[in-house]
């Protein structure tokens, strides 16, 4: 997997394309814990001795396109209810069901661990993009912050944090430019 931090970063970068408004950052954090949240596998396997290739295992339901819509729809309605200003309960559906199934994406663009079950619970078949140049995180927070965690940011940091951070300046960019020329066409108008 890449690091909690990396999958939370393409989320915000996603809300960033999908969502503004004054609660943007509310709902960008959202997004953020959606996307960190399949990664709870983990803890539940440490718990309950689940091994890792059992469908309840890490990268195994918790990974899945059908956990991505729950989780999505839930959170939606949540932040649909208690948000002042919305943009609308299936918008949020849609962004958080993004947000976390980008979770499972990312997984499967790296070089290690098992692959990921995108079907479950229809299927435990462990599936990998033809495309993985992702150095795996290890699970371990002393390896993690050691020498081979060094090398994991910096793949991570090529990879997902900087296109992220392209795609959410650009977003951020065009969503002022548009709210600019809507703020100067009523004055276009009355000229
Ligand atoms: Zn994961």
Do not use: Q
Request: aromatic content about 10%; overall charge positive.
């Amino acid at each position: 997997m890449p690091s909690a931090f990396s999958h939370a970063i393409a989320a915000v970068a996603i809300g960033g394309v999908a969502v503004g408004g004054r609660s943007r950052a509310i709902i960008w954090g959202l997004g953020a814990l959606c996307a960190v949240a399949p990664d709870l596998d983990v803890v539940t396997s440490f718990l309950f001795r689940i091994p890792y290739t059992h469908m309840l295992g890490h990268r195994g339901l918790s990974h899945s396109l059908v956990v991505a819509v729950v989780l999505g729809m839930l959170v939606a309605a949540v932040a649909h209810r208690t948000l002042a200003e919305s943009p609308g309960a299936a918008n949020l559906w849609v962004l958080f069901s993004v947000a976390t199934s980008s979770h499972g994406l990312l997984d499967a663009m790296t070089n290690g661990g098992l692959g990921v079950a995108f079907f479950a619970p229809f299927s435990n078949t462990r599936y990998f993009l033809p495309w993985r140049p992702i150095l795996v995180s290890p699970i371990s927070l002393h390896i993690f912050f050691g020498y081979r965690g060094l090398w994991v940011m910096w793949s991570e940091l090529g990879w997902i944090w900087l296109p992220a951070a392209v795609v959410f300046l650009a977003a951020l960019a065009l969503r002022r430019r548009v709210s600019r020329k809507a703020v100067e066409t009523p004055g276009d108008r009355s000229s």
